[in-house]
Structure formats: structure tokens, C-alpha cells
């Protein structure tokens, strides 16, 4: 019986064994299952992280572009200030530039008629001064002749008094 026994305490040892290799090899799938769910999990995890992570770049790219064109746009927009305010600028000068220029025609037509009325004076006046230089020119040979002829008068009175002295003492 001694072999019997020993039979059977080594048959419940191959079942103990047997049931210990059967728990590790359901442990074993169980670690292999969890292991296999890890794997997944992590895979899904790192395809959204992709995912994430394209999201994030193409978010960036969009940003930059956006930024791109509002910087673009704020360039356009203020060179067309500039420009706009270049053409204000210029069209004021011109405006300012063709009021000078009326301002100067109005001047120098006001000059031309304020010379052209001293020329008038001065014509005038040089014709006054002609006609009293004339008149004076009439007076003095009047004077003249007047002197001539009071002359030749008081000669000739001097000259008759001595031939009517002359007659009347004798």
C-alpha cells in the first residue's frame, strides 16, 4: 500500500501541479488578455494623441495663417491710409497752390489797375503841367509884348512931351 499511497500522494501532487499550472495558465491569459487590452488601450491613446496632435498643428497652421493675412490686411489697409492721406495731402497743396495763384492774378490785376490809374493821373498832371507851361510861355510873351509895347509907348511919350514941350514954350 506504501506504493499505492505513494502513488496517489504523487497523483495529488500532479493535480495540485496540474491545478497550479492551470491557474498560471489562466493567470496567464488573464495577464495576456490585460496585457492585449493594455496594448489597445495605449494604441487608442496614442492615435488620439495623434489626432490631438494634428489637430493642434493644423490649429497652429490655421492661426499663423490667420495671423498672416491680418498682418497682410493691416499692410493693405495702411498703405491705402497712406495713400489716401497722400492724395489729401496733394490735393490740398494744389487747392492751397491755386488759391495762391488767384490770390497772386487778383494782386497783379490790382497792380496793373492801380498803375495803369497813376499812369492816368500822371498823364493828367503832366498835361496840366504842359497847359499852365504853356499858358505861362503865353503870359510871358503877352508880358512881353506888353513890356515891348509899354516900352515903345513910354518912348514915345518921353519923345512927345520934349516935341509938345518943344512948341508950346515957344
Known sequence: MSQLSGIQSEIELRKEELKRLHDIEASADALEKLVVA???????????????RNRWEEEKARHLQEEREYLENLGIQRQRQEDEY??????????????????????????????EALEKDYAQRELILKEKESECIQLVQELEQFISRLANHTRSRTVIPTVSAGPGSE
Open 38 to 52: 493594455q496594448r489597445l488601450r495605449k494604441e487608442s491613446f496614442e492615435s488620439l494623441m495623434e489626432r490631438e
Open 86 to 115: 497722400k492724395r489729401s495731402l496733394a490735393a490740398d497743396q494744389e487747392k492751397a497752390r491755386q488759391q495762391l495763384d488767384e490770390d497772386l492774378r487778383a494782386l497783379r490785376e490790382e497792380n496793373r489797375l492801380k498803375l
